[in-house]
């Protein structure tokens, strides 16, 4: 895929990296850029809504559990691995 | 929700209001009014509960704004209506964004909502919105976050 605009629909829609002043480099006329630059704006967007994300600094303990790792999360809340082996999700 | 709201409250109006009280009674509010909304699915409820928190936050903003806290004035207080969100993109480029929104048709609103805001997956948003596919669903949201880039264009100042 090599077009720029494709490709920062792709950074925004998967979470990927990438380089944003080399895709603004290949735009090939303003209306390009400036769809670029509103992508980016979007990607930021998501990225400060993630960024508030409360993941807990590991390891901590849980009631008996002492907390471990953390495995993911998801639009419900926080996955983590706790020392028992046992998978737990907490509601942020 | 409640980290949701959180970034759209500056830290005068949080103290005043704590955030959880203010997310519950929007979300009773709602569910009270509910039987007479007709919602299509997770995706529009969730853009739905949004729109009333996103109300609640703007009437609370204005009650705060005309009735200051009581009691004494920190030395060191700096005024501002900044939240998070505005400290993180600017409120210019927030406004630009909630504009581009409001120009989209529902269902491409409720996925850009749902993925720029909640961080729904491709797999999450297939479940919300009837797609059949996690890559079905990726391409529906690229084509509302084309949409919504667009009319961002539009609405630059």
New interface residues.
């Given amino acids: 895929m090599s077009d720029p ?1 494709e490709r920062a ?2 950074a ?3 979470g990927v990296d990438v380089d944003w002043m080399a895709l603004e480099d290949q735009a090939r006329d303003g ?1 390009a850029l ?2 670029l630059r ?2 980016k ?2 990607t ?3 990225q ?7 993941h807990r600094h590991v390891p901590f303990t849980w009631g008996p559990l002492e907390v471990r790792e953390h495995i993911a ?3 419900h809340g926080e996955v983590y691995r706790p020392q028992t082996r046992v998978s737990i999700a907490t509601s ?1 | 929700m409640v980290r949701w709201a959180s970034g759209r409250l500056p830290a005068y109006a949080r103290d005043l209001a704590e955030t959880q009280d203010l997310v519950q009674d929007s979300l009773v509010r709602a569910f009270k009014k509910i039987e007479g909304i007709e919602i299509r699915g997770e995706g529009a409820l969730q853009a739905y509960l949004r729109q009333v928190l996103l109300n609640a936050i703007r009437m609370e903003l204005r009650r705060v704004r005309r009735r200051p806290a009581p009691g004494p004035m920190p030395q060191d207080l700096e005024v501002g209506d900044a939240t998070p969100l505005d400290q993180a993109i600017g409120r210019q480029t927030l406004e630009r964004y909630e504009r581009a929104l409001e120009t989209l048709r529902p269902e491409e609103r409720e996925l850009v909502i749902a993925h720029v805001e909640f961080g729904f997956s491709h797999q999450e948003i297939a479940q919300a919105f009837g797609k059949p596919t996690p890559n079905a669903a990726r391409m529906a949201l690229q084509r509302a976050l084309l949409r919504v880039a667009e009319a961002m264009k539009r609405h630059e100042p």
């Fill in positions: 605009i629909l792709e925004a829609s998967d209306g400036d769809t509103a992508l704006e979007l930021a967007i998501a400060a809504h993630g960024s508030r994300s409360e999360h998801g639009v942020r």
